[in-house]
């Protein structure tokens, strides 16, 4: 998929992205429900942080995990935006494969019937 997001609004509800398709200046209008991405994110460690800094010398690395809350208001508007993206990449192919999937079925369907 070749498209990159330009920019997002978060209401209550929903994340409103915006997407450019194909380097133009044409932008498009995605909605994603804010429970399902901050469930991906938990998912798939998007809501983990590292920290590397040195002290004295001696290197010194801390972790945590972001609540939600904590993400939207801490993590830069860039990497949100990077986030999105692989959001939108990993729901649109789950809808590819499950088209196949469904195709695969109808026509396993079709031969037993015959």
């Known amino acids: 998929m070749n498209f990159e997001v330009q920019e997002f609004k978060k ?9 450019s398709l194909h380097h133009t200046d044409k932008l498009e ?7 399902e991405f901050e469930a991906w994110l938990d998912i ?3 809501l ?16 945590g995990r972001f609540k939600p809350v904590e993400y ?5 508007e860039n990497k949100i935006n990077e986030d999105l993206k692989d959001f939108l990449i990993i729901k649109e192919g789950a809808k590819i494969f499950d ?3 469904d195709d695969l079925t109808s026509i396993c369907n ?5």
Request: cysteine-free; hydrophobic content about 35%; aromatic content about 8%.
């Open 11 to 19: 209401t209550r509800q929903q994340i409103v992205v915006f997407i």
């Open 29 to 35: 209008e995605v909605k994603i429900r804010i429970p």
């Open 44 to 46: 798939s460690d998007r």
């Open 48 to 63: 983990d942080w590292e920290t590397n800094t040195e002290v004295n010398g001696e290197h010194v690395q801390k972790t």
């Open 72 to 76: 939207w208001e801490q993590v830069a």
């Open 99 to 101: 088209a196949i999937q």
């Open 110 to 114: 079709d031969y037993k019937n015959n």
